[in-house]
């Protein structure tokens, strides 16, 4: 080998040797502790401060009369919730009552939900030192949630608050349930779809009870999801619920934890679409000749869905939305199939227990769930 040869090898040499000690020093100083109080998981205001500018909302949102609209949702849900005797066979005697909101108080109420479910995560988190690495995160996370907000501020018409916490707070009180309708999102399908003239709110309305009568006549159901979520998001971080796992034991745990968690993962799509479909197949059935143009209101809906362009389409898959919207065609369609093949009756069984809900495979097949409910 020339001395010109050697000379260029020791150069490449020393170059690759110089890019991998500036990985390695790059990665140190990533995940370096910085000397500063740990930050929360998400910035919060940031998280708001996107979601408001994604919402389409200009102003303040002071076009809405909340007084006189949550009046006349209170009278509209009284003249509907008699209704639901036809599917659920057991009356709802009370509920909350309905909040009016604009798109900035539909996100603020989810940002309250959501900080409500991470708290005891944030709490874990804080026992985690600042870094480069971690802060880099955390604006992803900010943007991501943000985003996802902004889009469902525009899209969401109704929404039930079961208000699920991952923890009790000795002494504190828990906050009441609620139902909302996030009236310019109302206002905007009836104006662009031709609405005017049919039960457009209270057919939501009734909806929105049917979630309520779930969680309300059957207090098993939030005590269930509380425990299915906080044991995946908190089983994998800490023992104590209190501080995070050594890394080498989150490590260890990391195959069974990833088994255990998509199995959890599936159990909560597959109840979430129970809800939903139920929902949707009570707005359907029970509201078919009380509610003035349901049919309308069931084509301007499937229109309202078939409208989406392809960049919406790609959005609502990257954020999960596509996901949560499949859950009310494919839980309906199980509640169409059990009433077909075995009546009403059998159908209100899922309500029994966490066990007697179906799987994502029983979902599809209804006929199997029969098979192991009979």
């Not at 000397?35 to 910035?43: A, E, F, K, N």
């Not at 900080?115 to 030192?129: D, G, K, M, W, Y």
């Amino acid at each position: 080998m020339s001395p010109a040869s050697r000379g260029d090898k020791i150069r490449r040499t020393l170059a690759v040797g110089a890019v991998g000690a500036g990985a390695v020093l790059s990665a140190r100083a990533l995940l370096r502790p910085q000397l500063q109080t740990p930050r929360r998981l998400v910035d919060w205001e940031d998280v708001r401060r996107i979601a408001v500018s994604r919402s389409g909302e200009v102003g303040s949102g002071a076009g809405i009369n909340a007084e006189t609209l949550e009046a006349a949702y209170t009278e509209m849900a009284a003249r509907v919730a008699p209704l639901l005797v036809e599917v659920c066979q057991v009356p709802l005697t009370a509920y909350p009552r309905f909040i009016a909101l604009d798109r900035r108080g539909f996100i603020d109420a989810n940002l309250g939900m959501v900080q409500r479910l991470l708290a005891p995560v944030e709490r874990i988190r804080a026992s985690v030192p600042e870094s480069l690495a971690t802060g880099m995160s955390r604006r992803v996370l900010d943007r991501y949630v943000g985003e996802l907000f902004g889009l469902m501020a525009r899209r969401v018409l109704g929404q039930y608050d079961p208000v699920l916490e991952l923890e009790d707070v000795p002494g504190a009180t828990r906050q009441a349930s609620a139902l909302y309708l996030v009236e310019p999102n109302i206002a905007g399908i009836e104006r662009d779809l031709h609405l005017s003239g049919t039960d457009l709110r209270p057919w939501l309305i009734l909806h929105e009870l049917t979630h309520a009568w779930q969680f309300e006549v059957h207090p098993w159901l939030g005590d269930h999801l509380e425990s299915v979520m906080r044991g995946l998001m908190l089983d994998a971080l800490s023992a104590d619920g209190q501080t995070l796992l050594p890394s080498s034991q989150m490590v260890r745990r990391l195959p069974d934890t990833v088994r255990s968690q998509v199995q959890t993962i599936r159990h909560v799509q597959a109840v979430m679409s129970v809800l939903e479909g139920y929902s949707n197949f009570v707005m359907h059935r029970a509201g078919r000749n009380a509610i003035r143009g349901s049919d309308r209101l069931e084509a301007a809906m499937q229109q309202r869905r078939r409208q989406r362009g392809p960049i919406e389409r790609l959005v609502l898959t990257i954020t999960g939305l596509e996901m949560k919207m499949r859950q009310y065609e494919v839980g309906e369609h199980f509640a169409v199939g059990v009433v077909d093949r075995a009546g009403l009756s059998t159908l209100n069984r899922v309500w029994e227990s966490s066990e007697m809900m179906p799987s994502l495979d029983e979902l599809r097949h209804p006929e199997r769930w029969l098979k192991r409910v009979a």
